[in-house]
Nanobody
Framework: QVQLVESGGGLVQPGGSLRLSCAASGSIVSVNAMGWYRQAPGKERESVATINTSGTTNYADSVKGRFTISRDNAANTMYLQMNSLKPEDTAVYYC??????????????WGKGTLVTVSS
């Protein structure tokens, strides 16, 4: 079994910063693509940023220049540094990973989410 656990969410004022973390654990051989997604109230889940094992990143246009995704492959951990936060960034942020398990299955894994609220 593989788990993703997010941390770092909370309440922040507009213009502030937060750093999210996502740790993968369990029956893992390797963690391939990883990413952060978010879902605001009444909206569909959307991709925020993705990163592969080589460090190649992609960002949603709405967060480019403000958010930075990174990962520690040795620790199976991913981060999202969020700066210049706006009220429209308010959402539940989900961690995603594409994992090869010890039973050599390729599986998609999601975390339970962490709430980010940007408000004065």
């Amino acid at each position: 079994q593989v788990q993703l656990v997010e941390s770092g969410g909370g309440l922040v004022q507009p213009g502030g910063s937060l750093r999210l973390s996502c740790a993968a654990s369990g029956s893992i051989v390797s963690v391939n693509a990883m990413g952060w997604y978010r879902q605001a109230p009444g909206k569909e889940r959307e991709s925020v940023a993705t990163i592969n094992t080589s460090g190649t990143t992609n960002y949603a246009d709405s967060v480019k220049g403000r958010f930075t995704i990174s990962r520690d492959n040795a620790a199976n951990t991913m981060y999202l540094q969020m700066n210049s936060l706006k009220p429209e960034d308010t959402a539940v942020y989900y961690c995603y990973a594409y994992v090869v398990t010890r039973s050599l299955n390729n599986i998609h894994v999601w975390g339970k989410g962490t709430l980010v609220t940007v408000s004065s």
